[in-house]
């Protein structure tokens, strides 16, 4: 089956570093994809891991274990923009070639 | 603003009306896609449109129906809608729908409201 979890909601304060976990178990795998999503608006691309190891784009990092089935989304220096919901998303392939199957989402409040 | 145009940007509609909704991207892009979310859930994939031929339709109902006219344009056409269809649609775009690295672009997405 295919299965993507991560925790729902998350707290941080502003200035401070987050990481948001994500564990997948997918029939196929051929990377994983972070997105942004504010309220009412469109997933914006955020960052993919398809080989183990760290990902870095400024202030944003995305880590992969493919042996885990386990992925993490690190936030640093955070900003009160950063308050959002933050997917996490396998690509299949096969049968389901570009398909992409989402977690639930981890909505994000940064407080002052 | 991003690279994907959706619109109308919101529609309302009763159950026995047709509409369409528009999807454009301009990148070059030879896959485009469907999805339906509903208010705090993920997207939803509905249908896969790889070079113009529709290679996924994860099991939507007839209702809904999808026309990819050529390569930069996506069409989802409405008929006979019940008021669960109410939610955001969302067209993205890909490079292509199997390479490694093309991540999707998601449009703005249409708030369809059905009455």
């Known amino acids: 089956g295919q299965n993507i979890d991560q925790p729902t909601e998350m707290t941080a304060t502003e200035g401070a570093i987050v990481q948001i976990n994500c564990t997948y178990q997918?029939?196929?795998?051929?990377?994983l994809f972070w997105y942004q999503q504010h309220a009412g608006e469109a997933p914006t691309f955020l960052s993919y891991?398809?080989?183990?190891g760290l990902e870095e784009k400024g202030r944003f990092s995305s880590f992969l274990s493919r042996s885990k089935g386990y992925s993490y989304l690190l936030l640093k220096e955070l900003q009160m923009k950063d308050s959002a919901s933050y997917l996490c998303?396998?690509?299949?392939?096969?049968?389901?070639?570009?398909?992409?199957?989402f977690g639930k989402g981890t909505k994000l409040s940064v407080k002052p | 603003d991003t690279e994907v145009t959706q619109t109308p940007k919101h529609l309302v509609m009763g159950m026995t009306n047709k509409k369409s909704l528009k999807c454009e991207q301009h990148?070059?892009?030879?896959?485009m896609y469907w999805y339906k979310q509903k208010a705090k859930k993920p997207p939803e994939l509905m249908f896969v449109?790889?070079?113009?031929?529709?290679?996924i339709n994860e099991s939507v109902p007839s209702r809904f129906s999808p026309e990819c006219p050529n390569s930069s344009l996506l069409n989802l056409h409405l008929h006979a809608l019940q008021p669960e269809d109410s939610a955001l649609y969302l067209c993205?775009?890909?490079?292509?729908?199997?390479?490694?690295?093309?991540?999707?672009?998601f449009g703005d997405g249409t708030r369809l409201s059905i009455l």
């Open positions: 993205a775009s890909s490079l292509t729908s199997g390479g490694f690295n093309q991540p999707q672009h």
């Open positions: 997918t029939s196929g795998f051929n990377g």
């Open positions: 891991n398809v080989l183990d």
């Open positions: 998303a396998v690509k299949g392939y096969g049968g389901s070639q570009g398909n992409l199957i």
């Open positions: 990148m070059g892009h030879r896959a």
């Open positions: 449109y790889s070079y113009e031929k529709l290679s």
